[in-house]
Protein backbone atom coordinates (compact mmCIF):
# COMPACT_ATOMS: atom_id res chain seq x y z
CA UNK A 1 0.00 0.00 0.00
CA UNK A 2 2.64 2.40 -0.66
CA UNK A 3 4.75 1.94 2.71
CA UNK A 4 8.06 1.71 2.69
CA UNK A 5 10.54 -0.29 5.52
CA UNK A 6 13.88 -0.45 5.90
CA UNK A 7 16.02 -2.76 8.07
CA UNK A 8 19.65 -1.55 9.16
CA UNK A 9 21.92 -3.90 11.32
CA UNK A 10 24.71 -2.30 12.83
CA UNK A 11 27.27 -3.34 15.55
CA UNK A 12 30.32 -5.35 15.95
CA UNK A 13 28.45 -8.33 15.06
CA UNK A 14 25.10 -7.52 13.89
CA UNK A 15 21.67 -9.33 14.56
CA UNK A 16 20.41 -11.65 11.84
CA UNK A 17 17.20 -10.44 11.20
CA UNK A 18 15.60 -13.30 10.11
CA UNK A 19 11.64 -12.29 9.27
CA UNK A 20 9.89 -8.70 8.79
CA UNK A 21 6.56 -7.75 8.45
CA UNK A 22 3.67 -5.46 7.78
CA UNK A 23 0.37 -6.47 8.90
CA UNK A 24 -2.40 -3.85 9.24
CA UNK A 25 -0.82 -1.07 11.20
CA UNK A 26 1.72 -3.38 13.21
CA UNK A 27 5.16 -3.97 12.31
CA UNK A 28 7.35 -7.27 13.45
CA UNK A 29 10.48 -8.03 13.10
CA UNK A 30 12.19 -11.43 14.02
CA UNK A 31 15.91 -11.64 14.86
CA UNK A 32 18.65 -13.97 16.26
CA UNK A 33 20.08 -12.31 18.99
CA UNK A 34 23.47 -13.47 20.26
CA UNK A 35 24.17 -14.46 23.71
CA UNK A 36 25.75 -12.04 25.83
CA UNK A 37 24.58 -9.40 23.25
CA UNK A 38 21.54 -6.73 24.08
CA UNK A 39 20.53 -5.19 21.62
CA UNK A 40 18.33 -1.47 20.67
CA UNK A 41 15.40 -1.22 17.91
CA UNK A 42 15.41 2.24 16.77
CA UNK A 43 13.04 4.12 14.36
CA UNK A 44 13.38 7.02 12.18
CA UNK A 45 10.24 8.54 9.26
CA UNK A 46 13.06 9.84 7.22
CA UNK A 47 16.45 9.20 6.13
CA UNK A 48 16.85 12.42 3.92
CA UNK A 49 20.10 14.27 5.08
CA UNK A 50 21.47 14.34 8.23
CA UNK A 51 18.61 15.97 10.40
CA UNK A 52 17.03 13.97 12.65
CA UNK A 53 17.30 11.70 15.20
CA UNK A 54 16.57 7.90 15.53
CA UNK A 55 14.57 7.15 18.74
CA UNK A 56 14.75 4.15 20.42
CA UNK A 57 11.78 2.06 20.50
CA UNK A 58 12.82 -0.94 22.64
CA UNK A 59 15.80 -2.14 24.46
CA UNK A 60 16.76 -6.26 24.62
CA UNK A 61 18.81 -7.06 27.24
CA UNK A 62 21.49 -9.93 26.82
CA UNK A 63 21.11 -13.63 27.93
CA UNK A 64 22.75 -16.03 28.92
CA UNK A 65 21.63 -18.16 25.14
CA UNK A 66 20.75 -17.54 22.06
CA UNK A 67 17.51 -16.90 21.13
CA UNK A 68 15.29 -15.73 18.82
CA UNK A 69 13.31 -12.43 19.39
CA UNK A 70 10.19 -11.08 17.90
CA UNK A 71 9.61 -7.52 18.65
CA UNK A 72 6.04 -5.90 17.55
CA UNK A 73 5.43 -2.31 16.56
CA UNK A 74 2.71 0.28 15.76
CA UNK A 75 3.27 2.07 12.56
CA UNK A 76 2.61 5.89 12.20
CA UNK A 77 2.32 7.40 8.98
CA UNK A 78 3.37 5.90 5.18
CA UNK A 79 7.04 5.86 5.69
CA UNK A 80 8.98 4.45 8.25
CA UNK A 81 12.98 3.24 8.65
CA UNK A 82 14.44 1.05 11.14
CA UNK A 83 17.17 0.00 12.95
CA UNK A 84 18.84 -2.73 14.85
CA UNK A 85 22.26 -1.99 16.93
CA UNK A 86 24.04 -3.97 19.19
CA UNK A 87 24.40 -2.03 22.81
Not at 3 to 7: G, L, S, T
Not at 16 to 21: E, K, L
Not at 36 to 40: E, F, I, N, T
Given at each position: ?G?????M???S??A??????A????????F???A?????L???N????????W?N?????S???N???????????TE??F?L???
Open positions: DEVFRIAEGTPRVSAFQEGNQFIIRDAVGQSYAESRSLGGRSGTTEQVIAAATRTINITNTLTGRYRRNE
